[in-house]
């Protein structure tokens, strides 16, 4: 069946992300044990708790003040989490135009939170005025979802509301775990590394899909 859909992953894939600095930027709110609890695929604690939509932001702001002993802000919580966003390459919002261009279905698919998306869905996102959604047809994100990748009730309740099947759809993500299971369902997938370039490798893999 043909590829109707490009389903994409935003941390590692469109946005390059910096683990890194996130853990750095936890540790001096008082978060000693930052590494643990921030996982470069699927967080746990407070930190999975919000990403599945358990908690809302204000419960993670208190829960955290209770971790570091202190009252943490908003603010505070915004900016230690979108220490993940290192990079937003200009390439990648130009292929997701491309896609739709050429008539493709693009979705994004992300295991996320409030705090990162305050940034993502504001006009800062791409320098020019745009909001992440701007350049996609349609956005699940985790703690909407009250689901994370990689369950596969997660992906079968997109192509639900997508109604489309798993045969038309191209998954891009940069978990291979993630990456695995959509595949099982029966989708096509592409695992780039983060921060790689994946934009020719892309159009390539479509083209080829095209023509078997």
Not at 62 to 81: D, M, N, P, Q, V
């Amino acid at each position: 069946m043909e590829i109707t859909t490009v389903l994409f992953d935003l941390g590692g894939v469109i946005l390059t992300l910096d683990q890194s600095q996130a853990i750095e930027r936890f540790k001096a709110l008082g978060v000693e044990d930052a590494e643990k609890r921030l996982d470069p695929y699927e967080q746990s604690g407070i930190f999975g708790d919000l990403e599945e939509g358990k908690i809302t932001a204000e419960d993670f702001r208190r829960e955290l003040s209770k971790i570091i002993g202190r009252e943490a802000t908003i603010s505070e919580c915004e900016y230690a989490w979108q220490g993940y966003a290192k990079e937003l390459p200009q390439r990648n919002l130009d292929t997701l135009q491309r896609l739709r261009e050429k008539g493709y279905r693009v979705l994004l698919l992300s295991n996320t939170n409030p705090f990162m998306m305050a940034w993502a869905e504001s006009e800062k996102f791409d320098g020019k005025g745009h909001p992440l959604s701007y350049y996609f047809d349609a956005c699940y994100l985790s703690y909407k979802m009250k689901m994370m990748k990689p369950s596969e009730m997660l992906f079968r309740e997109v192509l639900r509301r997508e109604k489309t099947f798993a045969s038309n759809v191209l998954f891009v993500d940069d978990g291979p775990r993630n990456v695995m299971v959509a595949s099982q369902l029966g989708m096509r997938t592409l695992c780039p590394k983060n921060g790689e370039d994946w934009t020719e490798k892309i159009f390539d893999l479509l083209n080829n899909m095209e023509e078997i």
